[in-house]
Structures are given as C-alpha cells and as structure tokens.
C-alpha cells in the first residue's frame, strides 16, 4: 500500500512537472497570438468581464495602467451600451437648461429594473387579484410573498410600529428596486445603477424626507424644532442645533455611501481578481487564483446583493420609527449611532 | 493604477450628474406608482385577508377544541355519575339482598323456633295428660289393689308385696 501512494506520488510530481512548463508556455503562445482567449476559455461568469478585458492585452505590455482604467471604466457611467462583440449603442445626449439630461447606461439599467420589477409584479398582483383568501400562493407568487411578507413583518412593522402601513409602498418598492439594481450588475452586460453614487444619493434623499415627514407628522413644527435642540439648556443651542442640524444629514448620506460602496467595491475586486491573471500573463494564475477567488467573490456579490438591499430598506424603516416614534433623546442618538 | 487614483481625484466615482439623480427621481418615483397600484394594494390586502383569515381560523379551531373539551368533560361527569349511580344501585341491592336475607334466616328461625316451642308445649300437655290419665289409673288400681287386699288377706306384708308388684307391673306396662 506504501509502495503504491509513494508511485502514486511520484506519476503526479511528474505529471505536473510536465504539464507547469507546458501551461506556461501556451500561454504566452497564446498571450502573443489570439488575446481573447483567456477572457472565453475561463469560467461563462467572467464574460460580465470579457468584452473590457479583452482590450487590455491586445493593446500593449502596459497592462497596469490599462487594467485600473478598464475596472474604472467598467464601474463608472457612461454615454454608451457595449454589447461586445456584437456593438454597441450610442445613448443620446440632452441637455435641458444648461443640465445635462443624457440617458446614461444607468438611466437605461434604472429603466430596464422598473420594467422587469413591473412586470414581475404586474404578474403577481394580477395573481392576487384573481386569489382568494382560501388559495395558498404557489410558484412566482410564493417566493415574491416571502420577500414582501418578510419587509412587512420584519421590516415595517418590527421598526416603525403600528403606523407602518403608510410607509410599506416606499420601504417594498425601495427594497426591490435596490435589489434588482444590484443583482442586475452581476449580469452579464449589466451594470450596477447602485454602484453610482448618484443613484443611492437620490434614493437615500427620498428616505430623508420621507423621515422629516414622519418626524414633523408625529411631533409638529414646535416638537420638530424642540427635537433639533436637543433637549439642552438654551445656552448650549448654539452648539447643538448645528451638531443635530448636521445628524439629521448623516443618516442619508450613510445610506448612500454604504450602498455605492458595496456595490462599487465588490465589482472593483471581481475584475481586479481577474486582471491578476492578465497583468502576470499567466494561465496557473488564473486557473488558481482569478477565476476560483472571482467565482467566490461573484457568490459574496449575490449575497451582498439581498444583504444592502435589506440594509438600505431596514435603516430606511428605523429611522422612520425613530423619526415618528419619540423614546427619548438618548435612545435615538444610541440607535442612529448604532447603525 | 496611477490613472484611476487619478481618476478618482477627479471625481468620476463621486462626481454629482444631476442628470441621473433626476432620471433615478422620476423613474424611482413612477416605479413607486405603479407597483403601489399594481402590486402593493392586492399583495398587501391579500396578505392581510389572509392573515385574518389564518387568525379567524385559529380561532376557531380554538373554540372548537374548547367547545370538545367541554363536551368531553361532560361526557366524563356523566359517565362517572352513572358509574356512581349503578354503584350505588348495585350496593343497594346487596344491601337489600342481605337484609333479606337476614330476615328471612330470622324469621325462619324465629318459626322454627315457635314450632318448636309449639311442639314442646304439645309434648308437655300431652305428658301432663297422660300423667293426670296415669295418675287416675293408679289410683284406681290402687283402690282397686286395695280391694284385693281387704278381700284375700289383711296381711300386711302381703299387701306390700301385692302393692310392689302393682307398681313394677304398672312401671312396666307403661314402658
């Protein structure tokens, strides 16, 4: 048995010994000859990544500098929807009153969200209009009510309390729009609307007012102003009034960048993990490294996915509840600084 | 990697495009519309019924359990009451029986013990009458005896012996 494992051993060191000069030299065989291979010969997940990358070796030995443009490329907006290698489409540019109003790649990624969020729940809703009380939802309807039921029990209501139905329309529709913006990045030819600042921003200012709203609805103008002093002396309200003035902001603005964040950053190590390979013009790198640790970072993707569309629609929530219901200064500031 | 620092210095990553906060405005907004219209309504009143339905439901079963707890436990008095009666029945019986019993035994005895009162008392007044008959008989042999005696001889010995042997005959005639 020892004899055989230590034969056993010896083929493979041989087999490998022959086959890690091989690899490497059809690599740089191949390197120097066709370019896109290595982008089609890896896993069909990379293609998100083929048609950028594909560019990079062809066009020099500079690989470095191209590679950080190509990743930024990747992530940042632009005028233009590539579908390599069938073409591309030039967006039109608007500019209304000095604005520029182009339809951007991800304007175009926020139409095509709604479309599919539409017709996804055109079909459920119709499904529910025809179901009665009795009838148990099955398939599409199923797994969409475990979503929507999950933001109303756990979401809504666990945070914001009696007076959640109001703010369920906002907190579901928010809640999967961020999600399919998210999962849409991580398909291939899409890209990731909430991996621009631009687009968290204008969804973080929405919760925003919707929590001034709240919060001037529950305590009135007189409680709304008596909360932005903090409950202090009066001589202390020209420090407070500027520190709560400022925390009113803080909350948004830590909404928008956990998401851009997020999104942006889980793109940006995808195509760095694939880059490695391209830089160092190695296969074994790519088989090792790029594509296992891509495919890993492609799951952690997903799951960051649901995982700030849930964040970006629970904050949501509970600073709504602590906006309408008042519990106190301390606990307020102990939940805002908790998240 | 130069150019993207460079790249990011210059603000594309966090650059303002007032174009697309406005595209994401309305086009989050619109979404907003018609997914309240077309989906949030129904799924959320449904969800609703439906929980209200579950809740009505478990409700019910609830009562109904109570309700068969009830009548279980009814059943239970019920069944117990009617062992206790029959128990009851049953050990009245006996008791009946035994008292019965007793008196019947009692009185049998108390008969039996008549009768034989009865009897003795027969025997007694049928003895006392044969004695009174006897007695009679003995005194009329007696005179008759005497009779005898003054007839045949005044002996005296004789009459005795005469008198012995009236007596043994008599004694044993009777027997």
């Not at chain 1, 087999?15 to 065989?29: E, G, H, Q, R, Y």
């Not at chain 1, 109001?166 to 990045?185: A, E, P």
């Not at chain 2, 009779?147 to 044993?172: F, G, P, R």
């Amino acid at each position: 048995m020892k004899r055989v494992k230590a034969i056993k051993a010896n083929t493979i060191l041989k087999v490998i010994a022959l086959i890690v000069p091989l690899l490497l030299s059809i690599n740089s065989f191949t390197l120097a000859s066709t370019p896109e291979t290595p982008a089609a010969s890896q896993s069909p997940k990379t293609e998100v990544t083929a048609p950028q990358t594909a560019a990079a070796p062809a066009e020099g030995a500079e690989g470095e500098e191209k590679a950080g443009d190509v990743i930024m490329h990747h992530i940042l907006d632009n005028h233009i929807l590539a579908f390599e290698p069938f073409g591309e489409i030039e967006l039109p540019k608007i500019v209304v009153g000095g604005f520029d109003l182009s339809i951007t790649k991800h304007v175009v990624m926020l139409w095509v969200v709604s479309a599919i969020l539409i017709a996804l729940f055109a079909l459920a809703g119709g499904k529910y209009k025809k179901m009665t009380a009795r009838q148990a939802p099955k398939g599409l309807t199923n797994a969409l009510e475990a979503l929507v039921e999950f933001i109303r029990v756990d979401v809504a209501k666990a945070n914001i309390g009696k007076d959640y139905a109001k703010y369920l329309d906002y907190l579901l529709t928010v809640f999967f729009f961020i999600l399919l913006c998210n999962l849409l990045g991580l398909v291939p030819y899409g890209s990731t609307a909430t991996g621009n600042i631009n687009v968290t921003l204008t969804l973080a200012t929405f919760t925003f007012f919707i929590t001034q709203v709240a919060a001037l609805k529950a305590h009135g103008i007189k409680g709304y102003l008596a909360h932005l002093t903090g409950g202090t002396h009066p001589a202390l309200w020209i420090i407070m009034i500027p520190i709560e003035f400022i925390g009113l902001f803080t909350k948004p603005v830590a909404l928008t960048i956990r998401l851009f964040a997020n999104m942006t950053a889980g793109h940006i190590v995808i195509l760095s993990l694939i880059f490695i390979s391209f830089i160092l013009k190695s296969y074994i790198v790519a088989v090792v490294m790029s594509v296992p640790f891509s495919i890993f970072i492609y799951l952690l993707e997903l799951f960051v996915a649901f995982l700030q569309a849930f964040i970006f629609t629970m904050l949501s929530a509970l600073f709504i509840g602590l906006a309408s219901a008042h519990e106190g200064h301390e606990e307020h500031e102990a939940g805002a600084a908790h998240h | 990697m130069l150019t993207s620092g460079n790249i990011l210095l210059a603000g594309s990553l966090l650059s303002p495009n007032p174009g697309l906060i406005f595209w994401t405005a309305i086009t989050f907004v619109i979404v907003l519309i018609i997914l309240k219209k077309i989906a949030w309504g129904p799924i959320i009143s449904a969800l609703d019924e439906r929980e209200k339905g579950i809740q009505s439901s478990i409700d019910r079963a609830h009562k109904a359990k109570e309700e068969a707890e009830a009548i279980l436990k009814k059943n239970r008095d019920t069944l117990a009451k009617a062992d206790a009666e029959a128990d009851r029945i049953i050990r009245e019986g006996k008791e009946y029986a035994d008292k019965l019993r007793a008196d019947i035994s009692e009185k049998a005895q108390a008969e039996s013990k008549k009768m034989i009162s009865n009897a003795k008392d027969e025997i007694e007044q049928e003895k006392r009458r044969a004695l009174d008959v006897l007695r009679n008989e003995v005194a009329d042999l007696a005179v008759k005896g005497a009779e005898k005696i003054i007839k045949t001889t005044l002996d005296a010995d004789l009459q005795k012996k005469i008198v012995d042997s009236m007596i043994q005959d008599l004694s044993t005639k009777r027997n």
